[in-house]
């Protein structure tokens, strides 16, 4: 066990032998770290937190009362194989959120990158990527393999089956049941996700360029209208755009995936 001078742990907070805890960490009321966790420096552990397994936490994170981080996956498959959960920095991560390990049939590694905010009651699963600056609202899931870009919202009691991949900037809002892959700046909605448009609040949040919400919007009429399959349509685009944006979304759906794409309507 080795726990920085300057870090503070409550004395009913349960430490095992080998845990790494670093400078600035405040560690709360029965908080229980388990031996193979690292936390970074100045991360805070609320009352009642149980991180245990292979689990790294960046500097900065906030984690909240009940929250479960770095048990074993809900994977029947899974054997007690070696398997990681990796957490990126500043994350702020709400009461009773669950992030599991990873597997080996899914690289071993369930990774969650930097500013993202976990809304309470919300599920990451084993094996799924998540980016920075991602946005999982109240009792949301996110299931095995997922793949959540960069700038991502997923609204509250939506769900992501396994192999998902959520692309740049995209927003899924509540009530969603997701089973295909979602293009960058996309908005779906609807009981069962349907792609109705682009995330342009969003996009203008982040200060894209008029001219790229312009370049998007008439890539997703071509992608949504235009002549051959879809496929053919992005390929086409590709070809033609100079826009960076459009790259990325042509890029993400060229990609290889498991999943079909939801398609503009």
Known sequence: MAIHPDASVH???????GAEIGPGCSIGPF???GAEVRLAADVTLKSHVVITGDTQVGSGTVIFSFAVIGEIPQDLKFKGE??????GARNRIREHVTMNLGTEGGGGVTRVGDDG?????????HDAQVGDRVIIVNSAAVAGHCVI?????IGGLSGLHQWVRV??????GALSMVTADVMPFGLVQGPRGKLEGLNLVGLKRRGVPRAD????????QDLAHGEGTFQERATRLGAET????????????????????????
């Open 11 to 17: 004395p009913s907070a349960v430490i095992e032998d």
């Open 31 to 33: 908080c229980v770290v």
């Open 82 to 87: 070696k398997a990681q959960l990796v957490i």
């Open 117 to 125: 905010l976990f809304m309470a009651g919300c599920h990451i699963a």
């Open 149 to 153: 870009e960069d700038d991502v919202i």
């Open 167 to 172: 692309g740049k900037g995209a927003i899924v």
């Open 213 to 220: 919400i312009h370049a998007l919007r008439a890539a997703f």
């Open 242 to 265: 100079d826009s960076a944006h459009v790259r990325e979304m042509v890029d993400f759906v060229m990609g290889d995936s498991d999943r079909r794409f939801l398609t503009p309507e």
